[in-house]
C-alpha cells in the first residue's frame, strides 16, 4: 500500500501488522531518548484545512520522533482563504520538498484526490476527510481496546479465553453521531476486520441513509443495547454541532433530552461490565454526549487514546516511509 486513506483497506493481517509496530514503536518511547533516527532527512507536510488539536499535534510528535522535518499548515492564514485551490497548495508543499503528505479537510475524498490526481507523487496519510474516513484514529481506538482487551491472550475478566492479537469476539458499542462521524465509519471497517462485534446506537436522524454495507448492528435504544450486548468497550462520539448548524439543524430536539437518552453518565456506566472501558475520540462535550463524572471515570481510556495516536502514527509513517521499502 502506497498510501492510507481509508480503514477499509486494512486487511486482518496489515492492520495486526500495523498495531504491533505501533507496540514496538511505543516500548521505545519509555526511553529516556525518545528520538529514533529512523527518518532523518525525509520531510512530513501536515496539511491541516480544518480544526485539529490531538490528530495534528501527534503526526508531529510522531514524524519527530522518527527524526523528520515537519512542515506544518494551516488553512487559515493561508493562500486558500485567498480562494487557492487544493491543487495548487499541494504542488506549492511539493516544491518545498516533501516526502509524505498528511491531509484533512472538510471534503469527503480530499485525501483520494491528493493521492490519485497526479499532483504528487509520496505517500498521503489521510487524517480526516469530512465524515469519510479517519484511519489512524482507527488504529489508535483498535490499539486501546487491543491493549486491554486481549493483553496477553485472554480476555480482559480474566477468564481463559485467547484471543490471539487481534480483537476477536470483542463487544463494542458506539455512540451518538454516526451521521457526521468518520470515526465511527473508520471503526466499524477496521474492528470488524480485526474480529469485533460492533454496535451502532443513535437517534435515527444521526445515521446515515442507505447502512446496508455495514458490517455491523444498529439499535435506537442506548439503555437496552447496554443491558443485551454487555459490551467490552462503549465509545461516545462527539455531537459534531458545526457539521449540524451547517446543516440547518433539527438533529434532536434539545441537549438536554439527547443527554437523557444517548448521553453516557455514570448510572449506564454502572450498568456496563465491570471490565468494560469507556473510550472518546475527543475533544469532548462535557454534559452533552458524557458527564464529567463518566469521562474521568477510572475506566475512561480517553487520555491513553491519545498516547496511542502518537505511536499509531508513528508506526504508520514508519511503515510508508522508511528506508527499508513500503512496508504496508
Ligand atoms: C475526531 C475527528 O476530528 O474526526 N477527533 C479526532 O480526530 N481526535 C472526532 C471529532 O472531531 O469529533
Same mark, same amino acid.
Given at each position: &500500500?502506497? =498510501?492510507?486513506?481509508?480503514?477499509?483497506?486494512?486487511?486482518?493481517?496489515?492492520? /495486526?501488522?500495523?498495531?504491533?509496530?505501533?507496540?514496538?514503536m511505543?516500548? !521505545?518511547?519509555?526511553?529516556?531518548? %525518545?528520538?529514533?533516527?529512523?527518518?532523518?532527512?525525509?520531510?512530513?507536510? +501536515?496539511?491541516?484545512?480544518?480544526?485539529?488539536?490531538r !490528530?495534528?499535534?501527534?503526526?508531529?510528535?510522531?514524524? %519527530?520522533?522518527?527524526s523528520?522535518?515537519?512542515? +506544518?499548515?494551516?488553512a487559515?492564514?493561508?493562500?486558500?482563504?485567498?480562494?487557492?485551490?487544493?491543487?495548487?497548495?499541494?504542488q506549492?508543499?511539493?516544491? &518545498?520538498?516533501?516526502?509524505? /503528505?498528511?491531509?484533512?479537510?472538510?471534503?469527503?475524498?480530499?485525501a483520494?484526490?491528493?493521492? =490519485?490526481?497526479?499532483?504528487?507523487?509520496?505517500?498521503?496519510l489521510?487524517?480526516?476527510d469530512?465524515?469519510?474516513?479517519?484511519?489512524?484514529?482507527?488504529?489508535?481506538?483498535a490499539?486501546?481496546?487491543?491493549?486491554?482487551?486481549?493483553?496477553?491472550?485472554?480476555?480482559a475478566?480474566?477468564?481463559?479465553?485467547?484471543?490471539?492479537?487481534?480483537?476477536?469476539?470483542a463487544?463494542?458499542?458506539?455512540?451518538?453521531?454516526?451521521l457526521?462521524?468518520?470515526v465511527?465509519?473508520?471503526?466499524?471497517?477496521?474492528?470488524?476486520a480485526?474480529?469485533?462485534?460492533v454496535?451502532?446506537?443513535?437517534p435515527?436522524?444521526?445515521?446515515p441513509?442507505?447502512?446496508?454495507?455495514?458490517?455491523?448492528? /444498529?439499535s435506537f435504544?442506548?439503555?437496552?443495547?447496554l443491558? !443485551?450486548?454487555?459490551?467490552?468497550?462503549v465509545? *461516545?462520539?462527539r455531537?459534531?454541532?458545526?457539521?449540524?448548524?451547517?446543516?440547518?439543524g433539527?438533529?434532536?430536539? @434539545?441537549?438536554?433530552?439527547? @443527554?437523557?437518552?444517548?448521553g453516557? +453518565?455514570?448510572?449506564r456506566?454502572? /450498568?456496563?461490565?465491570e =471490565?468494560?472501558?469507556?473510550?472518546?475520540p475527543?475533544? *469532548?462535550?462535557?454534559?452533552?454526549?458524557i458527564?464529567?463524572?463518566?469521562?474521568?471515570?477510572?475506566? @475512561?481510556?480517553?487520555?491513553?487514546?491519545?498516547?496511542?495516536?502518537?505511536s499509531?502514527?508513528?508506526?504508520?509513517l514508519?511503515?510508508?516511509?522508511?528506508?527499508?521499502?513500503n512496508q504496508?
Amino acid at each position: &500500500m502506497k =498510501h492510507l486513506l481509508s480503514a477499509k483497506d486494512l486487511a486482518h493481517d496489515e492492520a /495486526v501488522m500495523v498495531l504491533d509496530t505501533a507496540e514496538a514503536m511505543a516500548a !521505545t518511547q519509555r526511553h529516556a531518548v %525518545k528520538k529514533l533516527p529512523t527518518l532523518r532527512g525525509k520531510t512530513i507536510v +501536515n496539511l491541516f484545512f480544518e480544526d485539529s488539536t490531538r !490528530t495534528r499535534l501527534s503526526f508531529e510528535a510522531a514524524a %519527530k520522533r522518527l527524526s523528520a522535518d515537519v512542515i +506544518n499548515f494551516s488553512a487559515k492564514g493561508s493562500s486558500v482563504s485567498k480562494g487557492e485551490s487544493l491543487k495548487d497548495t499541494a504542488q506549492t508543499i511539493m516544491a &518545498m520538498g516533501a516526502d509524505a /503528505v498528511v491531509i484533512r479537510h472538510s471534503a469527503c475524498g480530499a485525501a483520494h484526490l491528493l493521492a =490519485h490526481a497526479g499532483w504528487i507523487d509520496v505517500p498521503v496519510l489521510n487524517a480526516g476527510d469530512g465524515t469519510h474516513q479517519h484511519p489512524t484514529q482507527a488504529l489508535l481506538d483498535a490499539m486501546t481496546l487491543r491493549r486491554w482487551y486481549a493483553p496477553d491472550g485472554t480476555a480482559a475478566d480474566g477468564s481463559p479465553a485467547p484471543r490471539g492479537r487481534d480483537l476477536g469476539g470483542a463487544k463494542v458499542i458506539i455512540v451518538g453521531d454516526v451521521l457526521h462521524s468518520r470515526v465511527a465509519r473508520s471503526n466499524v471497517d477496521l474492528m470488524t476486520a480485526l474480529g469485533a462485534h460492533v454496535t451502532l446506537v443513535a437517534p435515527p436522524t444521526l445515521l446515515p441513509v442507505g447502512m446496508d454495507d455495514w458490517t455491523c448492528d /444498529v439499535s435506537f435504544d442506548l439503555d437496552e443495547a447496554l443491558e !443485551t450486548v454487555q459490551p467490552d468497550a462503549v465509545m *461516545m462520539l462527539r455531537v459534531q454541532r458545526e457539521r449540524m448548524s451547517a446543516a440547518g439543524g433539527g438533529f434532536f430536539p @434539545s441537549p438536554a433530552e439527547y @443527554s437523557q437518552a444517548y448521553g453516557l +453518565n455514570l448510572a449506564r456506566r454502572a /450498568v456496563m461490565p465491570e =471490565h468494560a472501558i469507556v473510550m472518546h475520540p475527543g475533544p *469532548m462535550n462535557r454534559g452533552l454526549e458524557i458527564t464529567a463524572e463518566a469521562a474521568d471515570d477510572p475506566r @475512561s481510556r480517553v487520555i491513553e487514546q491519545v498516547g496511542n495516536g502518537v505511536s499509531v502514527r508513528m508506526a504508520a509513517l514508519y511503515l510508508l516511509l522508511a528506508d527499508e521499502g513500503n512496508q504496508l
